[in-house]
């Protein structure tokens, strides 16, 4: 593929950008449906926060995000996690932190272990991510072990069978073919000469999309293609990366991929997440929950 095209490509965590409030798109609702979906923060061996994104519970103490958030070639070191929906809500641009869930820099007193929960250095992996020259198999997916279940959340993401959307490729009407994501990224990005702020809530949202493409160049089986410009229909942007994409309208709770790119940096519907139903990947991840 051309570097150009490549160039444009866009992975969706939030970087630390002094001053920028870096969820989902479009007509988007609360989510309340997934309690395991959480707002993660990373942080460099120095501490500092240095980028966030989103995730889902998959067993008591396993998280599955994306490959780009749990790049520790990249300065991931170690990691924090919230489960409650509105866990960034009360974010203070003054002071940079959320008095009430302690986002993004701790849990607040009473929440380690029953809300919020963490996650020590050695406890990040990645599928061997490699970033946009290798486009499609990015290898973008990721895990956390945490270092303590959160026991108020007692349900998990499901993971899919092998090769589940395979037979999507082919298919007739697969438009009409809903996937549902979440996560607590971006709502609306601006152009940068706009002079407009950018939206972010901090908050667990979703959205249905409908299936574009498994088997173009920038999928070819490694990744699922959607978008969520219509009514009733959203996307992602900067945040949602790692947050699950279910097959299925609002209540599924199976996930078949999680979020990874875009094609520019405005976010405008058009989304791609790295499927989870590759039967290596389904091995890898399986790995940490024996």
Same mark, same amino acid.
């Given at each position: 593929?051309?570097?150009?095209?490549?160039?444009?490509?866009?992975?969706?965590?939030?970087?630390?950008?002094?001053?920028?409030?870096?969820?989902?798109?479009?007509?988007?609702?609360?989510?309340?449906?997934?309690?395991?979906?959480?707002?993660?923060?990373?942080?460099?061996?120095?501490?500092?926060?240095?980028?966030?994104?989103?995730?889902?519970?998959?067993?008591?103490?396993?998280?599955?995000?994306?490959?780009?958030?749990?790049?520790?070639?990249?300065?991931?070191?170690?990691?924090?996690?919230?489960?409650?929906?509105?866990?960034?809500?009360?974010?203070?641009?003054?002071?940079?932190?959320?008095?009430?869930?302690?986002?993004?820099?701790?849990?607040?007193?009473?929440? !380690? *272990?029953?809300? =919020?929960?963490?996650? &020590?250095? $050695?406890?990040?992996?990645?599928?061997?991510?490699?970033?946009? @020259?290798? +486009?499609?198999?990015?290898?973008?997916?990721?895990?956390?072990?945490?270092?303590?279940?959160?026991?108020?959340?007692?349900?998990?993401?499901?993971?899919?069978?092998?090769?589940?959307?395979?037979?999507?490729?082919?298919?007739?009407?697969?438009?009409?073919?809903?996937?549902?994501?979440?996560?607590?990224?971006?709502?609306?990005?601006?152009?940068?000469?706009?002079?407009?702020?950018?939206?972010?809530?901090?908050?667990?949202?979703?959205?249905?999309?409908?299936?574009?493409?498994?088997?173009?160049?920038?999928?070819?089986?490694?990744?699922?293609?959607?978008?969520?410009?219509?009514?009733? !229909? *959203?996307?992602? =942007?900067?945040?949602? &990366?790692? $947050?699950?994409?279910?097959?299925?309208?609002?209540?599924?709770? @199976?996930? +078949?991929?999680?979020?990874?790119?875009?094609?520019?940096?405005?976010?405008?519907?058009?989304?791609?997440?790295?499927?989870?139903?590759?039967?290596?990947?389904?091995?890898?991840?399986?790995?940490?929950?024996?």
């Amino acid at each position: 593929m051309a570097r150009s095209k490549l160039a444009s490509l866009v992975f969706a965590s939030l970087i630390s950008v002094a001053g920028q409030a870096f969820a989902i798109t479009g007509d988007w609702i609360p989510d309340n449906e997934h309690p395991y979906v959480g707002l993660i923060a990373f942080y460099g061996s120095d501490g500092e926060f240095i980028w966030r994104c989103s995730g889902s519970l998959i067993s008591p103490t396993v998280v599955l995000t994306a490959g780009h958030c749990a790049d520790t070639v990249g300065g991931a070191t170690t990691a924090r996690i919230w489960f409650q929906q509105d866990a960034g809500a009360n974010y203070d641009p003054a002071t940079q932190h959320d008095p009430v869930t302690g986002y993004p820099d701790d849990c607040a007193t009473g929440t !380690l *272990g029953l809300l =919020c929960a963490e996650v &020590s250095a $050695g406890h990040i992996y990645n599928f061997g991510f490699t970033g946009a @020259l290798t +486009v499609p198999n990015t290898h973008d997916v990721g895990i956390l072990i945490l270092d303590q279940s959160p026991s108020a959340v007692t349900e998990y993401g499901q993971l899919p069978q092998a090769g589940q959307l395979d037979a999507l490729a082919t298919a007739r009407g697969r438009q009409s073919v809903l996937f549902t994501e979440s996560g607590y990224g971006l709502t609306y990005k601006p152009q940068a000469h706009s002079g407009k702020p950018a939206t972010s809530f901090r908050v667990r949202l979703m959205a249905e999309s409908t299936l574009v493409n498994l088997s173009s160049g920038l999928n070819d089986g490694f990744n699922l293609q959607t978008q969520g410009n219509g009514t009733g !229909l *959203g996307g992602t =942007c900067n945040g949602d &990366s790692g $947050g699950p994409v279910f097959l299925g309208p609002y209540a599924s709770d @199976l996930i +078949v991929g999680v979020t990874s790119f875009g094609l520019n940096e405005l976010c405008r519907g058009t989304d791609f997440a790295f499927r989870v139903d590759r039967q290596e990947v389904l091995d890898w991840i399986n790995g940490f929950l024996q």
